[in-house]
């Protein structure tokens, strides 16, 4: 069984709370979740991968635990484990890895259509879905 720690982002709880969401989602894995978004950080990992889901924060904002996130982040990637990004969360991992974040200007909220390329289609990740899947984005 594969243990995946969620970094907590946002900051709803409850049935809103997207890190329960995918918890749910990912019920034959054992799924941890620490509150990055209440300073609350893992103190190891002893994981097999990690998610970050989104935040009504940005990654510029001058909060600590998002300057702390960018830390962890940059300490994930040089373990080579797996990390997946949602909303802000990718948007964390490309910024903690040199990348720039920039807005869009303006949001969309809805399902759009998304293909997986030939290197997608070998990612562990995606093992099982199809190259063309549904997906909801906001």
């Given at each position: 069984?594969?243990?995946?720690?969620?970094?907590?982002?946002?900051?709803?709880?409850?049935?809103?709370?997207?890190?329960?969401?995918?918890?749910?989602?990912?019920?034959?894995?054992?799924?941890?979740?620490?509150?990055?978004?209440?300073?609350?950080?893992?103190?190891?990992?002893?994981?097999?991968?990690?998610i970050?889901?989104?935040?009504?924060?940005?990654v510029?904002?001058?909060?600590?635990?998002?300057?702390?996130?960018?830390?962890?982040?940059?300490?994930?990637?040089?373990?080579?484990?797996?990390?997946?990004?949602?909303?802000?969360?990718?948007?964390?991992?490309?910024?903690?890895?040199?990348?720039?974040?920039?807005?869009?200007?303006?949001?969309?909220?809805?399902?759009?259509n998304?293909?997986?390329?030939?290197?997608?289609?070998?990612?562990?990740?995606?093992?099982?879905?199809?190259?063309?899947?549904?997906?909801?984005?906001?």
């Open positions: 069984m594969k243990k995946i720690l969620i970094l907590d982002a946002d900051y709803d709880t409850g049935w809103e709370s997207t890190a329960l969401m995918i918890k749910q989602i990912l019920k034959n894995s054992e799924v941890c979740i620490s509150r990055v978004c209440e300073n609350k950080f893992p103190t190891s990992l002893d994981y097999d991968g990690f970050i889901n989104g935040s009504w924060d940005s510029y904002d001058n909060k600590a635990w998002i300057k702390k996130l960018v830390v962890l982040v940059r300490k994930i990637h040089n373990s080579g484990k797996p990390l997946f990004g949602i909303c802000f969360g990718y948007q964390i991992i490309a910024y903690a890895l040199g990348g720039t974040v920039v807005s869009a200007g303006s949001h969309y909220f809805g399902y759009s998304f293909y997986l390329t030939k290197k997608g289609a070998r990612d562990k990740l995606f093992i099982g879905l199809k190259k063309k899947f549904v997906c909801f984005e906001t």
